[in-house]
Nanobody
């Protein structure tokens, strides 16, 4: 059974930083592209960043470029999202997901975690 478990969310002031993680089990982790999505209240889930199988290719949405950094540790079956210069508009539930290939749409991702809340206060 595939499980993706996010951790590390919380409350932070605007301009602050937070690192969230996603631990995977039940799948051959190194064969999956991993992505982070987020969903704010009343909004659709949106793509944040994707990272390829060995971590040498990444793709970010424009609004987080230069502020967020994704990484993965295939030995630990874990991906990370370092978020700096956080703004109130970054407030959302953040989800990790696994896909067979790089993609930016939710339907392309096969497995999903339950999400972790990130709240940025102004």
């Amino acid at each position: 059974q595939v499980q993706l478990v996010e951790s590390g969310g919380g409350l932070v002031q605007a301009g602050g930083s937070l690192r969230i993680a996603c631990a995977a089990s039940g799948l051959t982790f190194s064969r999956y592209v991993m992505g982070w999505f987020r969903q704010a209240p009343g909004k659709e889930r949106e793509f944040v960043v994707g990272i390829n199988w060995i971590g040498e290719r990444t793709y970010y949405r424009d609004s987080v470029k230069g502020r967020f950094t994704v990484s993965r540790d295939n030995a630990k079956n874990t991906i990370y999202l370092q978020m700096n210069s956080l703004q109130p508009e970054d407030t959302a539930v953040y989800y990790c997901a696994a896909a067979p290939g790089m993609a930016v749409t939710t339907k392309s991702y096969q497995y999903w975690g339950q999400g972790t809340q990130v709240t940025v206060s102004s």
